[in-house]
């Protein structure tokens, strides 16, 4: 199974930005479809972005078009969020997933990851 862990969280002020990162061990991360998702206290696991194996494909919630952009590094087992005009609404953990799925795909459903990792804060003051 891989183990996932995320970094590059933090407090930023509205209309900043940040880069999250995902570092994959104990499986190569080629092999998954990675997604990013977040939560806030009281709601559910909400979508965010997705990326396809090879990086080819990408897939985003509506809220985030524009100013989200996921990436991958499969030689770093690395995959990336980067956040730009951060809105107060973005703040919540974000956490990164991994499911084992063919080439080209993106998965935007929570509950067919099944490999998570701990989460990292994002706070944005307005």
């Known amino acids: 199974q891989v183990q996932l862990v995320e970094t590059g969280g933090g407090l930023v002020q509205s209309g900043g930005s940040l880069r999250l990162s995902c570092l994959a061990s104990?499986?190569?991360?080629?092999?998954?479809?990675m997604g990013w998702f977040r939560q806030t206290p009281g709601k559910e696991r909400e979508f965010v972005a997705a990326i396809s194996r090879g990086g080819q494909s990408t897939a985003y919630a509506d809220s985030v078009k524009g100013r989200f952009s996921v990436s991958r590094d499969n030689a770093e087992n690395t995959v990336y969020l980067q956040m730009n005009s951060l809105k107060p609404e973005d703040k919540g953990v974000y956490f990164c997933?991994?499911?084992?799925?063919?080439?080209?795909?993106?998965?935007?459903?929570?509950?067919?990851?099944?490999?998570w990792g701990q989460g990292t804060q994002v706070t944005v003051s307005s």
């Open positions: 104990g499986r190569t991360v080629s092999s998954y479809v």
């Open positions: 997933a991994a499911v084992r799925r063919g080439l080209g795909v993106v998965v935007v459903t929570a509950n067919e990851y099944d490999a």
